[in-house]
């Protein structure tokens, strides 16, 4: 990788001007992980789509209220009562569409892997090759979960990332697998550079007051 490349010269600007992201991305780009804190990532992936992460926090609220915040809890919920899980998971919006996903996620995890943990201890393309046979997960999601959730070295593409591309000017290119290769082909193939690039990238694209995001050492993420 030749760290003179414009994607990466890019990176090392956000990481000097914002510093480590704040908020839910701190818990999302952290090194340690409980198991509690993978599943709700993986949930959170699951419902952030089309919707803003104040209503997915509700949605997981309700969930965290029922003790049902995890893959079991909810594979039991949904498995005896998804009506109550579609009720609990309102706030996310398309909240029927998103129980049928949750809940599959989950039944997958306890049938096939007996847990998350498990699951995440594969290889990174058997992980995502399995994801991707479920219904309402695309590779958007399954990256998320998979870098996030399970710390692994896959760059996620999003609608932020596209227009970050377009920003500066990077490529015309922008469809998924493209952008993905292109961004792993110029940075190293660590995940923590993974999380923390797309996470300011997303931050930089909300237009975030920097004043709120902590400075951070910048030789922790190099």
Known sequence: MNKETKIYKL????????????DFWKNWCKEKKTTKDR?????GAILTQRVSWLNVEKALANLKKENVLSVE???CLGKNDINNLEKLLRPSGFYKQKAKKIFQFCNFIIKNHS??????????????????????????TADSILLYAGD??????????????????ITKEFCYDYLQ??????????????????????LDGKGTDWDLVSKFNLQKLI
């Open 73 to 75: 809890g909810i594979y």
């Open 181 to 202: 290769n292109l961004f792993q082909q110029n940075l190293p193939r660590d995940a923590k550079v993974y999380q923390n690039f797309h996470a300011m990238i997303v």
């Open 39 to 43: 599943e709700k990532i993986a949930f």
């Open 115 to 140: 847990g998350l943990e498990n699951f995440l201890n594969q290889d990174l393309k058997i992980c995502r090759e399995q994801l991707l046979t479920l219904r309402g997960i695309g590779p958007e």
């Open 11 to 22: 990176y090392l600007k956000l990481l000097g001007k914002y510093g480590a992201p704040k």
């Open 152 to 169: 692994k070295p896959v760059f996620v593409i999003d609608e932020y990332t596209r227009r970050f591309v377009k920003k500066y000017n």
